[in-house]
Each structure stands twice: as C-alpha cells, then as structure tokens.
C-alpha cells in the first residue's frame, strides 16, 4: 500500500457508499485485477480501498421469476461463464466470460469491477450492451437503474458519479430464443480483444425476429445502433444487409492504433468478425429450428 494508504472491508453498501461519497481520491476494490496493476504501474494512488469482498451476496448469479437473470457485481467471471440458467440471448454474457484473459483472470476478475473499469476492448460492456442489460447502481444519494448502452461514457469512463458503486447487472429474458455468437480477434491467446463482436440472431419461419450486434474495440465504448438493427426485422438475413450493416457501423466507429492493431486494421477487420458472427449464430438457429441439439 501507498503511504497513507487505507483498507477496510465494509459489510453493507450503504457503508461503502458513503465512504466513497466522502474522498473522491477513495476506490473499491473488486478482483484488483485491474486497479492494483494499474497501481502497480503509477496510474493510481488511490487514499483508501474500500473492498467490497464482505458484503453479502454480492457475487449471487440468480434467475428471477420474469425470466431474467440476476448478476451480483462481484461475481467473478469463471461463475458467469459456466452458469447455466441464461436462455436465448441471455447466453452473450456466458460466451463472452469464458474468452475473457486466461483461467488465474476469470477467477480473480468480476463482472462489477469489469465494467466499472470501462476498457472498450473488454469483454463484457459489449456483451451487456448486446443482452440490452441494465445495471443496477447505489449511491448515497439513493439508487438508480442505467441501461448498459448508457452506462459506457468514454475510455475508462462510466455514468457512476463519486459516491455510487454498481450492485448488479439484470440481463432481460429473450422470448424469441436468439442464439448468440461474440467473436473476438486477439493478438495473442489470453489478450484483450483487437476488435470484438457481439451477435444475437433469433429468426422464425426465415425472418428475423431478433437482431442486436455490438462491436468493442473500435471506439470508446461499445458501438451499437439500434436504428440500422432494425432494418433487418422481418427479413430473411441478405449478405448485403450484413455489407450495408457494418458500413453503417463503421461511420460510428472511433479507434486508436496501439500495440494491439491500427485504427486501419481494426476497420478491416470489423466488417468480417461481424459477418462472421452472424453466420454462426445463423447455423446455431438452423440446428435449434430442425430440432437437433448444438
Ligand atoms: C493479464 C490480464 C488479462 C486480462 N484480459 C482480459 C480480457 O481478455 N478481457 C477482459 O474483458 N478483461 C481482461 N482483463 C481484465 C479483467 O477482466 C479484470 O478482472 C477486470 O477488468 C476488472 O475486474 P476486477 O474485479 O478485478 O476489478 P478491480 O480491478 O478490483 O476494479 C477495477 C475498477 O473498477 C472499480 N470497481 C470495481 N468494482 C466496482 C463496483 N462494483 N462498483 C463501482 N466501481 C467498481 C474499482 O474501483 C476500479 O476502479 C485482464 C486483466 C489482466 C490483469
């Protein structure tokens, strides 16, 4: 620890929050994955950790009566991937925590601590913004609810104001049945993603019926757009509104160079991983509509 530097386990929230809400140079501490490497490398020196480690669970995956799945925001990513209660699109979440860094990451990292982090070529905020999540938050001014497409701001930023901490991630039911793909292109096995796709496809009878892809790495917050989604609601899936789809989306994208790909590289590759997923999550409906079992 830093000099001057202190640690306490509160056990309620309301005790975390409000000694958040009075230092804003205070942080908590998740899976430290991220904050004590940043530490570690001199970008942070927070005055006290305030571990969320005792409050009660917090880290509780739970499938709720309407359908909808519950997930604690120190639930660590091992648990998300191998839980068994998501259905149809509600799966994106299990799919992206099994390809996130390597099995020492998914034991120590949780899904509250990754988006609070709000590194754009993480696995989750693209993952809970496809599943259309919401992210329950607390503060000591009281407690609110933020759609995950709003709760990304900027690089390694989130809407949380000082004082709030996120409680719970809410991925809603999916009626049509979707099935899901994320692809994700890394430089190397166990590294964050160079660009990223998160696909659900839910087709009945030929058409779509469901259709959300979001695409991270690419700019400060996952990219998404609802309105060029909806263009394919009630078609059959054409190559061509796939082509015209990621043309669209590449206007809203925003990326950097750095040691994992060029802004260039990273635009040529967004227009494939995404065809690419839906491909698959097509094959996946087919197999699904015939009866059989993946
Ligand atoms: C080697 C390595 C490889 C990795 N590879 C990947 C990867 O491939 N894909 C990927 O997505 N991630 C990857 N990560 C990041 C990993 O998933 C982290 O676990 C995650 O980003 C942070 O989670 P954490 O629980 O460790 O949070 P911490 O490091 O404890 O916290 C991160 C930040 O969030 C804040 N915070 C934590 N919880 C809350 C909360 N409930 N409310 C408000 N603020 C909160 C903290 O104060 C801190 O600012 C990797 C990390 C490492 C070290």
Redesign the pocket.
């Known amino acids: 620890m830093g000099p001057g530097m202190t640690f306490s386990e509160p056990e309620t929230l309301d005790e975390v929050c409000s000694l958040l809400s009075k230092d804003p140079e205070a942080?908590?501490?998740?899976?430290?994955?991220?904050?004590?490497?940043?530490m570690n490398a001199g970008l942070?020196a927070p005055t006290q950790l305030i571990s969320?480690r005792k409050i009660p669970d917090?880290g509780a995956i739970t499938s709720m009566p309407d359908g909808s799945v519950k997930i604690g925001?120190?639930a660590r990513?091992n648990d998300v991937a191998a839980f068994s209660g998501f259905l149809g699109a509600q799966r994106i979440i299990s799919a992206a925590a099994c390809?996130?860094?390597?099995p020492a990451?998914?034991n120590?990292?949780?899904i509250?601590?990754?988006i609070?982090?709000a590194?754009p070529?993480?696995?989750?905020p693209t993952a809970i913004t496809a599943a259309d999540a919401v992210v329950s938050i607390l503060g000591s001014e009281g407690a609110r609810q933020v759609a995950a497409r709003d709760f990304f701001v900027d690089w390694l930023e989130t809407t949380?104001e000082q004082g709030?901490?996120?409680?719970s991630v809410t991925i809603p039911p999916d009626p049509s049945n979707a099935s899901v793909h994320y692809e994700k292109f890394?430089r190397a096995d166990?590294?964050?993603?160079t660009v990223s796709v998160a696909a659900c496809l839910g087709m009945s009878d030929g058409v779509v019926q469901t259709f959300r892809v979001v695409v991270g790495g690419v700019a400060e917050k996952p990219v998404r757009s609802p309105e060029d989604e909806a263009v394919f609601i009630g078609r059959p899936l054409k190559d061509s509104d796939i082509v015209e789809f990621s043309a669209a989306l590449e206007a809203l994208c925003n990326p950097i160079d750095d040691m994992r790909g060029s802004a260039d590289y990273r635009l040529k590759l967004m227009p494939r991983l995404i065809s690419r997923a839906l491909k698959r999550a097509q094959a996946d409906q087919l197999v699904s509509d015939s009866g059989e079992t993946a």
């Open positions: 942080r908590c501490l998740a899976g430290g994955a991220s904050l004590v490497a940043m942070l969320l917090l925001a120190m990513h390809r996130i860094g390597h990451i998914r120590m990292g949780t509250g601590g990754s609070c982090h590194d070529s993480a696995d989750y949380l709030e901490i996120a409680v890394t166990g590294d964050f993603a």
